[in-house]
């Protein structure tokens, strides 16, 4: 309908995903390449998530297309099938006849083909969309199809696209083994605001458009706000601003013109978790309590001797509740995220009644003792804060009673961190005496991944993780 008002070829804002429209920018560029790599290497199994409309079919599709001439891939759009129905679905995209055979029969078809182009130096790749809809069996069937491989290589790689459930479903117990088979993760970021203009522009050209910018700063500053950056959403906005203004017979795409769109728009964004019941709040906040009485109380017994050895730092494990989450990221830098403050966001006022936590009389004052300090500290932060918000875990301390040490370890971190950052809590993963330390305090999970890039090398070759305030809980929870 403003094609011709607006000298485009064709409609440049179109959800159904065009190769010839793919922005490398937002890191997508990268991931591309990085997935490329992976598949002609060789790397088994590959897990690509990111949000509803953030780009993954048209990342999908760019990578078939993209693929070398030896390169075979068979697509699966159904993730909704039973463990039969996937191998029967996977078989006739390799050609294979499987009318009345089993399972057991088809999987042996299936080996024979892919022995077959091997041996003519042919690859086959799987990408699987939606993996997050996939009932659980069928994803651990996917999992035995990994097995099949040469004494050197793999006959059949496979890629997984899925919205953030999916990592839920893999950190579940009895999806070990496939999680385990994952050799890389990416994860498709929202776009940054800085990117939505480039984006917007990109698009334009794209569809034909030789002039100058239509859109007005004020009105992208609208389309990034409404959008939280994800792709399909910008993409909705911007065609209905574009109506918008035809209607008008302007050009220029103005802040009325987005909020016409959005008002016409109703976007899925998920809601805040409605806060728990008074009562079962505060139940849940007196066990608390005693938990974290009981860690401190354990903490301010061991002894503090002088000229003892160096704590000793561990990789940091996995806890038993809060599963990390690592997230390879793509060969260039991650977006810079906000910095964490010491006012970061807190939970509402009705969620942080602190004052119902139990103080354990045998903390030492914390006014001269950084440590005392940060434990403090970390107590009031775990007992007032959004169990959603994230933070890094830095490494693991093994105690071994020596005080100057831990004056040592945290003023290391004061000069690198600043130590109002720093929480210090009691924990017995994989040993008594321990402490977990963590870095910072961030509202989403995308901020906490963006710190974590942007840790010193020796912080980041110690494998950091990501944890929740509510892991933490938890977990001290269960050693009282």
Not at 361 to 376: E, G, I, K, N, Y
Not at 386 to 394: K, R
Request: aromatic share 6%; glycine share 6%.
């Amino acid at each position: 309908m403003y094609l011709d008002h607006f000298g485009l070829s064709e409609p440049p804002f179109k959800i159904t995903p065009n190769t010839e429209f793919f922005y490398t920018g937002g890191n997508r560029g990268a991931i591309l390449d990085a997935l490329l790599y992976a598949i002609i290497h060789g790397e088994g199994i590959v897990k690509v998530t990111g949000e509803i409309g953030s780009g993954k079919t048209m990342l999908c599709r760019m990578l078939e297309s993209m693929l070398p001439d030896n390169v075979e891939a068979v697509y699966l759009a159904n993730p909704s099938l039973n463990r039969d129905e996937v191998f029967h679905a996977i078989a006739d995209e390799l050609g294979l006849a499987t009318e009345g055979k089993r399972g057991g029969e088809i999987m042996r078809l299936m080996q024979n083909c892919l022995i077959e182009k091997h041996a003519a130096s042919k690859q086959v790749v799987l990408l699987v969309e939606e993996a997050q809809a996939m009932p659980l069996d069928t994803l651990e069937e996917i999992r035995l199809l990994s097995n099949l491989e040469t004494a050197h290589h793999k006959l059949l790689q496979i890629v997984l696209f899925g919205q953030p459930e999916l990592d839920d479903h893999l950190n579940l117990p009895q999806m070990r083994q496939l999680k385990e088979r994952i050799t890389h993760g990416f994860k498709v970021p929202p776009l940054d605001q800085k990117d939505i203009p480039e984006y917007l522009m990109f698009r334009l050209r794209a569809a034909g458009y030789h002039g100058p910018n239509i859109f007005n700063a004020a009105a992208i500053k609208l389309i990034a706000t409404a959008s939280q950056g994800i792709i399909r959403r910008i993409n909705v906005l911007a065609d209905k601003a574009l109506l918008a203004a035809f209607s008008e017979n302007t050009h220029s795409i103005q802040p009325k013109h987005v909020k016409a769109a959005i008002e016409d728009s109703e976007f899925a964004i998920p809601p805040r978790s409605p806060p728990l019941k008074q009562i079962g709040f505060a139940a849940a906040l007196i066990g608390l309590g005693i938990a974290l009485g009981v860690g401190w109380q354990h903490l301010a017994s061991l002894p503090l001797k002088a000229g003892a050895a160096t704590p000793t730092v561990q990789t940091a494990p996995a806890p038993a509740v809060q599963p990390p989450i690592q997230e390879a990221s793509a060969p260039t830098p991650v977006p810079a995220a906000p910095a964490p403050t010491a006012d970061a966001e807190q939970a509402p006022q009705q969620n942080r009644p602190a004052e119902n936590l139990p103080t354990p009389a045998s903390v030492p004052s914390p006014a001269h003792d950084p440590l005392q300090q940060r434990l403090a500290a970390t107590q009031s932060w775990l007992a007032d804060e959004d169990g959603a918000h994230f933070t890094v875990q830095l490494m693991l301390l093994t105690d071994t009673g020596t005080t100057s040490r831990w004056k040592s370890t945290l003023s290391k971190l004061d000069r690198e961190f600043g130590l109002t950052q720093i929480y210090v809590f009691p924990t017995h993963i994989t040993a008594d005496h321990q402490f977990g330390i963590t870095f910072g305090n961030f509202s989403s999970r995308e901020q906490a991944l963006a710190a974590l890039a942007r840790l010193p090398v020796g912080y980041r070759n110690n494998r950091p993780i990501l944890r929740t305030v509510k892991g933490i809980r938890d977990e001290m929870a269960k050693q009282k």
